[in-house]
């Protein structure tokens, strides 16, 4: 089955930090280019951090410096270390996976940051 994971999400406090997970199942994840997107009340969804197959990042401009994409191909995983966290990060997070002309979104999960 062809699917994306996401976990690590949770409540925590400015300036506090959270890992956040995304498994990948049934697809052959080293040849995929992965996103985190996040979506607040409200908003549209909007992309945080990218990573190629070969490990080039790019970040959206309110988070660099402070969040970091990174993948793990043995564990078909990749993650987005989210550090100094602010009250305007609160928001359901997706990682995306793409090759191609496939898309693979997973379920989200929720980032609050608050005091």
């Known amino acids: 089955q062809v699917q994306l994971v996401e976990s690590g999400g949770g409540l925590v406090q400015p300036g506090g930090s959270l890992r956040l997970s995304c498994a990948a199942s049934?697809?052959?994840?080293?040849?995929?280019?992965m996103s985190w997107y996040r979506q607040a009340p409200g908003k549209e969804r909007e992309l945080v951090a990218s990573?190629?197959?070969?490990?080039?990042?790019t970040y959206t401009d309110s988070v660099k410096g402070r969040f970091t994409i990174s993948r793990d191909n043995a564990k078909n995983t990749v993650y987005l270390q989210m550090n100094i966290l602010k009250p305007e990060d609160t928001a359901v997070y997706y990682c995306?996976?793409?090759?191609?002309?496939?898309?693979?979104w997973g379920q989200g999960t929720q980032v609050t940051v608050s005091s």
């Open positions: 995306k996976a793409r090759h191609l002309g496939a898309t693979i």
């Open positions: 049934g697809f052959t994840f080293s040849i995929y280019a």
């Open positions: 990573i190629t197959r070969f490990g080039a990042s």
